[in-house]
């Protein structure tokens, strides 16, 4: 699957990359690199299986990238969180197509600082970098990062995905880049809140 996702980003680098130059000649960084109030989502569907990757900077999500250490912050970081672990509804999945989270995962620094990690104590190769290294990893472009895998009973029914309640939840988040791979192949499309809905 990754080489699939690997294959594409060449094709649209010239235009990405001129687009980019025109809207942020003042911001440093590239096509990929981390971009305030642009995120991106891998979505694949094969068969029932369908499997969104979404990684975003933090500021889009919760407005900052810092460790959460005030009440009111981690008041946002455990609100975002919250909204991630409902995918079905932030990705307005459609009803009829009867999909179901197989897994999920949220990865991101700002998640870290939490004492109660007692559902990662049988990650032995995390454990020691949650405690340990735990500042190594707070640089100032803090990720959040979130993997969800569903089976879809009815994946006809999955005609389209709709990012509408994605930018409406994260109104930081102004444009999504995504990778699509459906029954109708492959595709680069860039997802706004203008253009949130996507063909498979």
Known sequence: MRRLLLALPFALLPLAIAHA????????GSLGAHEHGVGRLN??????????ELD????NLVGFEHLA????????????????ENPLALF???????CVVSTQELNSPLFGDKPEADHDDDDD??????????HEHHHDHSEIHAHYQFTCATPTALS??????VFKTFPA???IQVQLIGPSGQQGVQATAQAATLKF
């Open 69 to 84: 250490t005030t009440p009111a912050d981690k008041a946002k970081v455990a609100a975002a969180r919250k909204q991630l």
């Open 56 to 59: 975003s900077p933090a500021m």
């Open 160 to 165: 389209n995905l709709d990012l509408t309640q």
């Open 125 to 134: 190769d995390h454990d020691h970098d949650a405690k340990d290294g735990a």
């Open 43 to 52: 979505a694949v569907l094969d068969g029932q299986a369908l499997e969104l």
């Open 21 to 28: 130059a025109d809207e942020h000649e003042h911001e440093h």
């Open 173 to 175: 988040t102004q444009k």
């Open 92 to 98: 307005n999945l459609p009803k009829g197509a009867g």
